[in-house]
């Protein structure tokens, strides 16, 4: 063997002893977790696998000493035959010392055998956790807003559309202008629609009376609008506000001596029913008119045609002028359910023309 054999054993001891280093701080990381793979040392005097307990993790440590073998096989081929070389090395060794004791001269001194210094354990890396939730600021509560009053606004104009403009009334569910346009085309049956949009005429000052000044706020559907209206209709045509009693607003209605007895003031919030001189039937329907000598003044109007079952109109003693309607007259008995019709219609100088009363006063 040549020269280079006591070098190759001295490496062998070199690395037995790093060996024996790796072997301890493997089981170190064996402990801790580390390595993919296992490998297996063998005792190089016996040439044997040593038993289960010297199995090792594989980790970087290793592979920094040893180099990166692939798998145990090739791990086992190089730790045999670095077994046999160190056996050889050995006896090479012995050999040369003893020829070189028989005189060749002093050997040299054989320089200790390097130790391995142990891997430094790298501590893992953990990994950073979720961090504290961080607290909404606090605001400290500030002054109250000053309230600002709110604006006026402007009255809503009316309109001759069927769009509401307004908030509905609680009694129709209608805005004021369908509720007006409605009525208007319910009391169209009995007069015009001329006359109704015109306030200066009896027929205009009642339909205003009824849409907008009268408190009972009656709707389109209602069963006494028609007759109710009609009755407003006989106080502008007679110029109820020059009656002797009884006109609108009049608070001794029916005090003391008065046929009114009991009665209401025309045009209040009550019942037609009860206003002075007007009496219903169980129903509520209008039967009787009885306004006689109360100063009323103007004409007739041909609205009161328009009540059935009215079977009574009393007008006597008044100052009426003008001719009886024809829409009156044709409801006269025998051909319809009038059975009294009085007015002054008598003398020679009648004040109401009429051919169908049934009795005429002398004025």
């Known amino acids: 063997m040549n020269s280079s054999s006591p070098r190759m054993a001295a490496a062998g001891l070199v690395l037995l002893g790093g060996l024996a280093s790796i072997a301890t701080t493997s089981a170190q990381q064996q402990a801790v977790g580390g390595g993919l793979r296992r490998f297996r040392l063998f005792d190089y005097k016996s040439n044997t696998g040593v038993d289960s307990s010297s199995y090792f993790d594989e980790s970087p440590l290793v592979h920094e000493a040893f180099g990166d073998f692939e798998d145990i096989a090739e791990t086992e081929l190089f730790f045999r035959n ?6 050889s090395s050995s006896s090479t060794s012995s050999s040369s010392s003893k020829s070189k004791d028989s005189g060749d ?5 054989p320089k200790p055998p ?14 950073p956790g979720p961090g504290p939730t961080p607290k909404p600021p606090t605001t400290e509560p500030g002054p109250e807003p000053t309230p600002v009053p709110p604006s006026p606004t402007e009255a809503p104009v009316s309109s001759d559309t069927d769009s509401p403009t307004m908030a509905p ?15 208007l ?17 009896p027929q205009g000052m009642a339909y205003e009376f ?3 000044d009268d408190r009972a706020q009656l709707c389109p559907e209602d069963d006494n609008l028609t007759q109710r209206y009609v ?6 045509s007679t110029e109820g506000d020059g009656w002797t009693e009884c006109f609108e607003g009049d608070r001794d209605c029916g005090e003391g001596v008065s046929y009114y007895g ?12 009860d206003w002075a001189g007007l009496t219903c039937n169980r129903s509520g329907e209008l039967e009787r008119i009885e306004l006689y000598d109360n100063n009323l003044g103007g004409t007739i109007p041909s609205e009161l045609g328009a009540l059935s079952p009215i079977d009574t109109i009393e007008l006597q003693e008044n100052a009426i002028t003008g001719s009886m309607p024809s829409e009156i007259c044709d409801n006269v008995s025998p051909l319809g359910m009038i059975t009294s019709l009085t007015s002054d219609c008598g003398g020679v100088e009648p004040l109401v023309e009429c051919d169908c009363c049934t009795r005429c006063y002398r004025p």
């Open 82 to 87: 670095l077994g046999s070389m160190s056996s």
């Open 262 to 273: 009991g009665k209401e003031a025309f045009l209040s919030e009550d019942s037609e029913c």
């Open 105 to 109: 001269g002093p050997s040299p001194t």
């Open 231 to 236: 009755a407003a209709v006989l106080y502008y």
């Open 114 to 127: 390097t130790m391995m210094k142990p891997p430094t354990m790298r501590p893992p890396t953990m990994e």
């Open 185 to 201: 085309n319910v009391l169209s049956s009995v007069s015009s629609k001329s006359d109704l949009r015109d306030f200066t005429t």
């Open 210 to 212: 009824i849409t907008e």
């Open 169 to 183: 009334t609680p009694n129709c569910n209608l805005s004021p202008e369908k509720r007006n346009k409605e009525i």
